[in-house]
């Protein structure tokens, strides 16, 4: 997510291009604008994504209190949404973090993590400016 002198682009392009992730054939790079740009488009990125994982955080909180499933059962039901419109890198990951044992008594890592997070700031500094432009934002004003 590259800013600054348009002029430059041309000179590193074909670097970043070929070195940034891809969704099939096409680069997940490009010129974003002028200074600053690269890094605002990230930011909004990055409050995005805060959001998904809230909700995948939350979908695995009713599933695992509410109905009482089993990690294995959890890892399951996110395997089958990964196939369809929920298809997703969180998701894919979440299935694999949820799915991996401890190796002394088998039992799932998740559960022995501590359940708290911290933050750097991105997720605020989205929200704020979503409230600046008056643009909705609520999944990253809600985050825990």
Request: aromatic fraction near 10%; glycine fraction near 14%; hydrophobic fraction near 45%.
């Given at each position: 997510m590259p800013g600054g002198n348009e002029?430059?682009?041309?000179?590193?392009?074909?670097?970043?291009?070929?070195?940034?992730a891809q969704v099939?054939?096409?680069p997940c790079c490009d010129w974003m604008g002028p200074t600053g740009a690269g890094h605002y488009v990230k930011m909004v990125h990055n409050g995005i994504e805060y959001g998904d994982m809230q909700l995948i955080a939350e979908a695995?909180?009713?599933?695992?209190?509410?109905?009482?499933?089993h990690e294995d059962e959890i890892?399951?039901?996110?395997?089958?949404?990964?196939?369809?419109?929920?298809d997703s890198f969180l998701i894919e990951i979440t299935t694999n973090i949820l799915k991996f044992k401890d190796p002394v008594d088998g039992e799932p890592m998740v559960t022995k993590i501590l359940d708290k997070?911290?933050?750097?700031?991105t997720g605020k500094?989205?929200?704020?400016?979503?409230?600046?432009?008056?643009?909705p934002g609520e999944s990253?004003?809600?985050?825990?």
């Open positions: 002029a430059a682009w041309p000179a590193i392009k074909e670097i970043f291009q070929k070195t940034s099939g054939p096409d695995y909180d009713i599933l695992k209190r509410g109905l009482g499933l890892a399951g039901i996110f395997e089958k949404w990964n196939k369809g419109v929920l997070a911290g933050q750097k700031g500094w989205t929200a704020v400016n979503a409230l600046d432009a008056g643009i990253t004003l809600v985050l825990r």
